[in-house]
């Protein structure tokens, strides 16, 4: 026997006849259920000291904690073991086709309080037990059902959509607080900008703010109501891009660069085309960025106010420029065909090589032909076309 609980009988007021009469009820409850244990959902009644007292004894063995003394986690977890009980309770009744059964049943689930169950806990499975069933507080005017009404609440599904307030563009990856009848709880948009919060209950008064909104100054507002579709507007936030460039404009890969924002320090280099990127950063976030020195000091520093709608921002740097070398010194080459008896010989043909090159030259009037700009020094030979 587990007793979880006792009453003074004086104090109860009784449904389906009187309080001694309750453990042949239990008896009867039983029996219908002589297959199953649906029926360990009701606590037995047992009558002590004479009939002054009403134990509840559980058929489970384990330590039992009322409803009133549980965690808001577990509470919200005995919620739903109750539902399940007694909905499988509830089904297990409708296979007699009886009607009357069905009535006793559904007056027996009646109890006082959520407070009359107990949640015990037999080498860490748990069950949910019903004590004072069929009963109503001993309060003047209470009236019965209020499990019943408990039960009637229905649990859905919010689906929320997360947007940016800019555009109404989806908003993924946002870590969003709820407060659910003021029990926190937390989502994160998926890569559609979806949160969907399970089993809450209809009517219940939900908050949502961004998680990085501490002092819940833009907290958003609802009502839970079935199949109802929400949204959620979030800072505008994307990805910040900055292009280092040189004095001529052209990208500067491998540059280092320090940026501060919220609060935070990143370090970054360049890429190949020049581009560092932060990521998810707010609309009108204000950005330092600087190229740290040995000494502490900042080159290049740039203040920068975020704009998702500007990309990139441009940090222009120096660069060393090589000075362009001499061009090599050069020089005509004038090339004189005479004959035999020393005459000069117009119109004739010099083949001249240098450098790998070969070149045809003719020479003038005079028998002269000139070769221009040959680098100082360049070796050239030069033959005469006979």
Excluded at 109 to 138: C, M, R
């Amino acid at each position: 026997m587990n007793v979880i609980a006792t009453k003074d009988i004086a104090l109860l007021r009784y449904l389906l006849g009187s309080p001694v009469t309750a453990p042949e009820l239990y008896r009867q409850i039983r029996a219908s259920f002589p297959n199953g244990e649906v029926y360990k959902f009701f606590a037995e009644p047992i009558v002590l000291e004479g009939g002054l007292k009403l134990a509840w004894s559980s058929s489970y063995a384990g330590k039992a904690v009322s409803y009133g003394r549980l965690s808001e986690q577990h509470k919200s977890m005995a919620q739903d073991m109750l539902n399940k009980a007694i909905s499988d309770l509830m089904e297990a009744v409708k296979t007699f086709n009886d009607s009357n059964l069905q009535s006793f049943i559904s007056n027996c689930i009646e109890i006082p309080s959520l407070d009359s169950v107990y949640i015990v806990d037999t080498n860490g499975e748990k069950h949910v037990v019903a004590t004072q069933w069929g009963f109503v507080p001993d309060t003047p005017g209470a009236e019965k059902g209020l499990l019943i009404k408990f039960l009637n609440i229905k649990k859905v599904p919010m689906r929320f959509q997360v947007v940016y307030s800019d555009n109404m563009d989806p908003a993924p990856g946002e870590d969003i607080i709820f407060e659910v009848d003021g029990k926190p709880m937390q989502g994160k948009s998926d890569i559609d900008g979806v949160i969907v919060l399970e089993k809450i209950k209809e009517g219940a008064f939900v908050k949502a703010f961004e998680a990085s909104d501490a002092e819940k100054i833009n907290s958003q507002n609802y009502t839970c109501y079935e199949d109802e579709q929400y949204t959620i507007k979030v800072t505008p936030k994307g990805d910040m891009k900055f292009q280092v460039v040189d004095q001529f404009g052209n990208p500067q890969h491998s540059q280092n660069f320090q940026f501060e924002y919220d609060g935070q320090k990143i370090s970054a280099v360049s890429n190949a085309d020049g581009i560092i990127t932060l990521e998810r950063i707010k609309s009108g976030t204000r950005v330092e960025a600087y190229q740290p020195q040995a000494d502490g000091s900042r080159k290049y520093e740039n203040v920068y106010l975020f704009d998702r709608l500007v990309n990139p921002y441009r940090i222009a740097i120096e660069v060393e420029v090589a000075p362009e070398p001499e061009p090599p010194k050069t020089h005509n080459m004038r090339f004189k065909v005479v004959d035999d008896k020393n005459n000069v010989v117009k119109s004739a043909e010099i083949t001249v090589k240098y450098l790998g090159k070969t070149e045809t030259l003719m020479t003038d009037a005079e028998g002269y032909a000139v070769l221009m700009d040959v680098p100082v020094g360049t070796v050239v030979e030069a033959r005469a076309k006979k």
